[in-house]
C-alpha cells in the first residue's frame, strides 16, 4: 500500500490566541529527515491569525531540503494576477528542482473579503477568475505564448515544468473545475466512505472530460491520537481511494505533530 503522507509547515493556525509561527526552516528539514513526502503551506493575505506568505514560506522551505516535495495547501490563484502568479509558480519549480505540488482554491467564505479588497480583486467573481486563470496557467508556466484574461499577449521567461495542480473543495463546481484542469482533488477532513464516493464521482467527471482520473488528497483527516491506531485509519483511506494525506499539527508544539506523523508512516 502507498500511500503519501504530508505535513502543514508551521506558519499560522485557525486559533488567534495560539498563533503557530515557527521555524520554517527548521520544520522543512526536520519533514525531510524523518521521512515525510511532502511540507505545505496555507495562503491567505488576510486571515483570522497571523499567517505567513506561502511563495515565501515554500521558497525557504525548498532552499534547505534535496527531496521532499512542496506544495501550496491550497493557493489563492484568483487573488493575485495571473502572470505573476505564474511567475512566481515557475520560479518555485526552478529553485525547488520540480519539487512543487500546485493546490488552488477559490476562498473560504468564513474569512471574509477583506484580504480580497484589499488585493483590489473581486470575492464575488472568484470562482470565474480562477477558471480564467487556470486555462492560462500552463502555456504562461512554460514559458509559450499566452492570451491573458484581458487580451494581452505575454510569454513569461524562463519557463518552467507545470507542476501538477490540485482543486480544492468539496462541492459540485469545485469537483468538475478539478476534472477539467487538475491532476487532482483536495479535501477536508473527509472521512473514508466520502473519499470513496467523491473519488468515484470524480472518475466519472475526468472521463466526461476524456482526462484520467484523480488522485484525491486528504487534509487533516480525523485519527486517533494512538499511531497504530491511526495507521489503521489511514490503510482505510488508502483503501478508499486516497493517494495522500496531510496532517495539520495542533499548538506550537509542531515537532510533535510530525513524529507522530512519521510513526503512522513508519507503521504502513
Same mark, same amino acid.
Given at each position: 500500500?502507498?500511500?503519501?503522507?504530508?505535513?502543514?509547515?508551521?506558519?499560522?493556525?485557525?486559533? #488567534?490566541?495560539?498563533?503557530?509561527?515557527?521555524?520554517?526552516?527548521?520544520?522543512?528539514?526536520?519533514?525531510?529527515? /524523518?521521512?515525510?513526502?511532502?511540507?505545505?503551506?496555507?495562503?491567505?493575505?488576510?486571515?483570522?491569525?497571523? /499567517?505567513?506568505?506561502?511563495?515565501?514560506?515554500?521558497?525557504?522551505?525548498? $532552499?534547505?531540503?534535496?527531496?521532499?516535495?512542496?506544495?501550496?495547501?491550497?493557493?489563492?490563484?484568483?487573488?493575485?494576477?495571473? &502572470?505573476?502568479?505564474?511567475?512566481?509558480? $515557475?520560479?518555485?519549480?526552478?529553485?525547488?528542482?520540480?519539487?512543487?505540488?500546485?493546490?488552488?482554491?477559490?476562498?473560504?467564505?468564513?474569512?471574509?473579503?477583506?484580504?480580497?479588497?484589499?488585493? @483590489?480583486?473581486?470575492?464575488?467573481?472568484?470562482?470565474?477568475?480562477?477558471?480564467?486563470?487556470?486555462? +492560462?496557467?500552463?502555456?504562461?508556466? $512554460?514559458?509559450?505564448?499566452?492570451?491573458?484574461?484581458? @487580451?494581452?499577449?505575454?510569454?513569461?521567461?524562463?519557463?518552467?515544468?507545470?507542476?501538477?495542480?490540485? /482543486?480544492?473543495?468539496?462541492?459540485?463546481?469545485?469537483?468538475?473545475?478539478?476534472?477539467?484542469?487538475? %491532476?487532482?482533488? /483536495?479535501?477536508?477532513?473527509?472521512? #473514508?466512505?466520502?473519499?470513496?464516493?467523491?473519488?468515484?464521482?470524480?472518475?466519472?467527471?475526468?472521463?466526461?472530460? @476524456?482526462?484520467? #482520473?484523480?488522485?484525491?488528497?486528504? +487534509?487533516?483527516?480525523?485519527?486517533?491520537?494512538?499511531?497504530?491506531?491511526?495507521?489503521?485509519?489511514?490503510?482505510?483511506?488508502? %483503501?478508499?481511494?486516497? &493517494?495522500? +494525506?496531510?496532517?495539520?499539527?495542533?499548538?506550537?508544539?509542531?515537532?510533535? @505533530?510530525?513524529?507522530?506523523? $512519521?510513526?503512522?508512516?513508519?507503521?504502513?
Amino acid at each position: 500500500m502507498t500511500l503519501e503522507i504530508g505535513t502543514i509547515l508551521p506558519t499560522s493556525t485557525p486559533d #488567534p490566541a495560539r498563533p503557530i509561527l515557527g521555524d520554517v526552516r527548521a520544520a522543512a528539514r526536520l519533514a525531510e529527515q /524523518i521521512g515525510l513526502d511532502s511540507v505545505w503551506s496555507t495562503d491567505h493575505l488576510v486571515a483570522g491569525a497571523p /499567517i505567513l506568505d506561502s511563495t515565501v514560506v515554500l521558497a525557504t522551505a525548498a $532552499a534547505v531540503t534535496d527531496r521532499v516535495r512542496i506544495g501550496y495547501g491550497v493557493l489563492l490563484l484568483a487573488l493575485r494576477p495571473v &502572470a505573476w502568479a505564474a511567475k512566481q509558480i $515557475a520560479a518555485l519549480q526552478y529553485v525547488s528542482g520540480d519539487r512543487l505540488i500546485l493546490g488552488v482554491g477559490t476562498g473560504n467564505p468564513a474569512h471574509g473579503d477583506t484580504g480580497w479588497r484589499a488585493a @483590489g480583486a473581486p470575492f464575488a467573481e472568484r470562482g470565474r477568475r480562477t477558471d480564467e486563470a487556470l486555462r +492560462v496557467l500552463p502555456d504562461l508556466v $512554460a514559458g509559450r505564448p499566452a492570451v491573458l484574461p484581458n @487580451g494581452t499577449e505575454v510569454t513569461l521567461a524562463p519557463g518552467a515544468t507545470m507542476p501538477p495542480v490540485l /482543486i480544492a473543495g468539496d462541492g459540485e463546481r469545485a469537483r468538475r473545475r478539478a476534472a477539467a484542469y487538475a %491532476e487532482g482533488w /483536495i479535501a477536508l477532513g473527509l472521512e #473514508p466512505p466520502q473519499v470513496a464516493a467523491a473519488a468515484a464521482e470524480l472518475a466519472t467527471l475526468a472521463e466526461e472530460y @476524456g482526462r484520467p #482520473p484523480l488522485e484525491v488528497t486528504i +487534509v487533516a483527516p480525523p485519527l486517533a491520537t494512538d499511531p497504530g491506531r491511526a495507521a489503521e485509519q489511514l490503510a482505510a483511506y488508502a %483503501e478508499a481511494g486516497a &493517494a495522500r +494525506v496531510i496532517l495539520a499539527p495542533s499548538g506550537s508544539e509542531w515537532q510533535v @505533530g510530525y513524529e507522530f506523523a $512519521a510513526k503512522i508512516k513508519a507503521r504502513l
